[in-house]
């Protein structure tokens, strides 16, 4: 049974940088697509970055282009978000995803396996 586990968040100010990090357990990390997903106060979870297998194809959210970076090490079964620049309204818990897609995909029932979240906060 796959496992996911994030750690990294907590409580920034606007600007700061945080790396969360999420490691998989229970099956063969690299063949996973990994994703990381947002879910702000109030609203719905959304996409944030993937990365396929190999690394090979990375997509991003437009909010977070040029800010975030996410980045994998199958020789760890970790997958990471490198968030610099952070804004307030980058506030959200922030959810790592897993699935045996041979793609990146955008959507939540698209992933297979979920984390339990961790909590970004970033003050102004």
């Known amino acids: 049974q796959v496992q996911l586990v994030e750690s990294g968040g907590g409580l920034v100010q606007a600007g700061d940088s945080l790396r969360l990090s999420c490691a998989l357990s229970?099956?063969?990390?690299?063949?996973?697509?990994m994703a990381w997903f947002r879910q702000p106060p109030g609203k719905e979870r959304e996409f944030v970055a993937g990365?396929?297998?190999?690394?090979?194809?990375?997509e991003y959210a437009d909010s977070v282009k040029g800010r975030f970076t996410i980045s994998r090490d199958n020789a760890k079964n970790t997958v990471y978000l490198q968030m610099n620049s952070l804004k307030p309204e980058d506030t959200a818990v922030y959810y790592c995803a897993a699935d045996r897609a041979l793609d990146v995909h955008t959507i939540t029932y698209e992933y297979q396996h979920w984390g339990q979240g961790t909590q970004v906060t970033v003050s102004s």
């Open positions: 990365i396929t297998r190999d690394g090979d194809r990375i």
């Open positions: 229970g099956r063969t990390f690299w063949l996973y697509t």
